[in-house]
């Protein structure tokens, strides 16, 4: 008899954004008329076509596979060199990273889920409230929780919640943890760390011997030069940080797939018979054996976002996203909704009406409005009263979100 892995029954309905899905067809069957207006502010997806330097090193790598003199097959598990390299000279100079602690992958949802192979049970998690799902539900997959309370709260788990009066950004806790997910500028309310927000985060890390899994896929939406980009521009966050990053937002990548890990040498973990035992030799391992790779093509595509064509293009599309997020803050703060997020970030998180709670709000604006908005309690029972706006669209779109959120808040 096969069993299953249990853990999967402990987890609640559906993934957030298939449930998101699910209920936009729903309305969209049951309504064929309004169907053609709706737009889709829900999961945070890029609209815009690829950077032409992306383009054209794609094309290029398509034709170098199309001949048997440059053609290749499986590259190094951890990435090609020329990309690893341009990741630390572009993205991390002066940070005292090296090539070979960066490993490319397909996307962070899978890295921040698979990272999980390499650490042991009965680690204390921290998780912020309200969080990206990923985080929650594949610890409830490892088996790192116990079930469900009614608010959707996994038993085992320490959350640590981010609300208006704090910013967003969870504080350190008094009781230690082993793990600590945190994800700057942040998804899903926009918030952004301080430097010594952060100092303070490196600082419990190392005296708590605990790893910071550092979620940093939107970095390249930070404007404010004194906003961290990178957990690694804390002093001794080499010896107690992970960090996370993608190239589906700033380049464009959701549909292309391509992202890499940072996991420094000097960072080590317990054997818990008193050893210590280098995780970027964990991960090394773990990557070989279970991943063959990013393909050719995108690898090459992903290196041509750090060309000088490739950073200008990229600007311009971090330009207009956030754009569209100053656009959505001031149609959402002239209707007189408490607003955060979308200045350093892609996403708008904003408060709900008086009297209505996320979801309400999530089927207002999809029935009254034709606008996909993603409700706040999806990310957590903290985000509850609060929806979220993505700011990931054309600009004709966002200013007839605009139009039409103003439209139904003020009725
Ligand atoms: C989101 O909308 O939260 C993100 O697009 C999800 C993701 O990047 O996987």
């Known amino acids: 008899m096969a069993t299953i892995n249990t853990n999967f029954l402990k987890l609640k309905a559906g993934y957030l954004f298939p449930e998101i899905a699910r209920r936009v067809k729903a309305y969209s069957d049951a309504h064929p008329g309004a169907a053609p207006r709706i737009i889709r502010c829900g999961i945070g997806d890029v609209t815009e076509a690829l950077p032409q330097a992306v383009v054209e090193a794609m094309h290029e790598g398509v034709d170098e596979m199309a001949c048997r003199n440059t053609f290749k097959g499986y590259g190094p598990e951890q990435g090609y060199e020329f990309l690893r390299q341009a990741i630390v000279d572009h993205q991390f100079a002066d940070l005292g990273i090296a090539a070979d602690e960066v490993f490319v992958s397909d996307g962070s949802k899978c890295d921040t889920g698979n990272i999980l192979d390499i650490f042991g049970k009965g680690n204390v998690i921290a998780i912020t409230d309200p969080v990206y799902p990923v985080y929650v539900d594949t610890n409830v997959m490892a088996g790192n929780t116990g079930e469900a309370d009614a608010n959707g709260a996994y038993g085992g788990l320490l959350y640590l919640p981010c609300t208006a009066a704090n910013g967003f950004v969870a504080e350190v806790p008094h009781q230690r943890a082993d793990l600590i997910y945190l994800c700057f500028p942040n998804n899903p309310t926009g918030a952004v760390a301080t430097r010594a927000q952060l100092e303070a985060w490196v600082a419990y890390a190392r005296a708590n011997d605990s790893i910071i899994l550092f979620d940093a896929a939107y970095e390249a939406f930070v404007r404010d030069p004194a906003v961290p980009r990178s957990i690694f521009e804390i002093e001794g966050a080499r010896e107690c940080a992970i960090e996370f990053r993608s190239f589906s937002k700033n380049g464009g990548f959701t549909g292309v797939r391509c992202a890499y890990v940072v996991i420094p040498k000097s960072l080590t973990g317990s054997d818990g018979q008193g050893g210590r035992v280098s995780l970027h030799q964990l991960w090394s391992r773990r990557h070989s054996t279970k991943f063959n790779g990013a393909s050719y093509p995108v690898q090459k595509a992903a290196a041509a976002v750090f060309s ?39 996403y708008v998180w904003v408060g709900c009406p008086a009297g209505l709670s996320s979801w309400d709000m999530f089927d207002k604006m999809l029935q009254e409005a034709q606008v996909v908005i993603t409700p706040g309690s999806g990310f957590g029972s903290a985000g509850e009263g609060y929806f979220r706006i993505s700011a990931f669209n054309s600009r004709a779109n966002v200013e007839e979100v605009c139009r039409r959120l103003t439209a139904l808040v003020s009725a």
Do not use: D, I, S
């Open 308 to 346: 000088p064509e490739g950073k200008a293009q990229v600007a311009a599309l971090v330009e207009h996203y956030m754009g569209n997020a100053k656009l959505l803050r001031e149609a959402v703060a002239a209707v007189g909704l408490p607003v955060f997020g979308g200045v350093n970030a892609p």
